[in-house]
């Protein structure tokens, strides 16, 4: 997820608010210079991608900064425009997710279950959308904080992954663990946006704030939707850790519900190789190495054997 090119759609690109940046055509596994910075893309440009059945085109990780901004930008108008019916916003909204979540799965030829797992991925979206708690819920997150949003998407198509590669679950459960882990964060709605995006070291104050999301998110939503309490487990348990180090109860091991400790391990990877503006993205090898090595004991052991199998097949990680 280091190298996280975001997908557009060529409609966004018209846009008068789209920012100059350098556009890419996807082909296989590579990206094509189409358009660089500078140039501009006229109507004739959508008319000709359209014609040839492209409906997006890629931004480059250099630029993944000005991106987000746009798009962040642009949801926000969307949600807010009061003309449009819910069904619209879902659709939107779906879009939006859809493309966030698309280049997640990285190895697919590693991965027994890779086209179930991206299918599930995309009913749960579908089915988000479509349900009036759920669609709520994800407009709530994504105005409050777009990082949150777009961290907990690929937290959640990961997560889905690792669930699909470690355990056997049914459908219905997969959509439950995605439902749970989509809204993991959901707790920080209740943290200020100051807090949130410094990129200093947190007071102790704010720490104790920030360490209180899990349990707020569980209670609001259990108080406020139907999600099911398995789902809501991931929420509130995501911050435990297998030795008893995590928060907010301090439980160990079998204590922490399955789906949870597949929710932090996930958590905790896509943190580590997603680009944020206060620190580079690390590649999947040294995010692994960090997990197994200097949180030694944190995460689950066997969770980490698979996720490795998962994002680095061919590179042998110290054990
Ligand atoms: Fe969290």
Avoid: W
């Avoid at 597949?262 to 206060?278: E, F, I, K, Q, W």
């Avoid at 995460?299 to 990680?317: F, G, H, Q, T, Y």
């Amino acid at each position: 997820m280091g190298e996280f090119y975001v997908p557009v759609s060529v409609d966004s690109i018209q846009s008068d608010l789209f920012p100059d940046v350098a556009l890419y055509l996807k082909s296989g596994d590579k990206y094509i210079l189409y358009k660089s910075h500078g140039r501009n893309f006229s109507r004739l440009d959508a008319q000709r991608l359209v014609e040839n059945c492209v409906d997006f085109l890629f931004v480059s990780p250099a630029d993944l900064e000005v991106i987000t901004l746009f798009l962040e930008a642009n949801a926000e108008r969307v949600l807010k425009d009061e003309t449009l019916q819910a069904k619209a916003k879902g659709k939107i909204i779906y879009q939006t997710s859809i493309n966030f979540v698309g280049d997640i799965f990285e190895h697919p030829e590693k991965v027994a279950d890779f086209e179930r797992s991206k299918r599930l991925v995309q009913n749960l979206l579908q089915y988000l959308v479509s349900d009036k708690d759920c669609l709520s819920t994800m407009e709530t997150v994504m105005s409050h904080n777009y990082y949150t949003f777009v961290h907990s998407l690929q937290v959640t198509a990961l997560s889905i992954l690792l669930h699909s590669e470690a355990y056997m679950l049914a459908r219905d459960e997969m959509l439950d663990v995605g439902i749970g882990t989509l809204f993991h964060d959901f707790g920080k709605i209740f943290i200020p946006q100051e807090i949130l995006n410094k990129s200093g070291k947190l007071t102790e104050p704010e720490i104790a704030l920030y360490k209180k999301h899990p349990e707020e998110g569980y209670h609001y939503l259990k108080n406020n939707t139907r999600i099911s309490e398995n789902a809501l487990s991931i929420v509130r348990h995501h911050h435990e850790r297998n030795n008893g180090t995590g928060y907010p109860h301090g439980v160990k091991g079998e204590q922490i519900p399955r789906s949870a400790q597949v929710g932090a391990v996930c958590d905790v990877y896509c943190t580590l190789t997603m680009d944020r503006s206060c620190r580079k993205a690390l590649p999947s090898s040294i995010a692994l190495q960090i997990m197994k090595q200097e949180m030694k004991g944190a995460l689950n052991p066997r969770l980490l054997d698979v996720l490795e199998e998962i994002v680095c097949p061919n590179e042998a990680v110290f054990p």
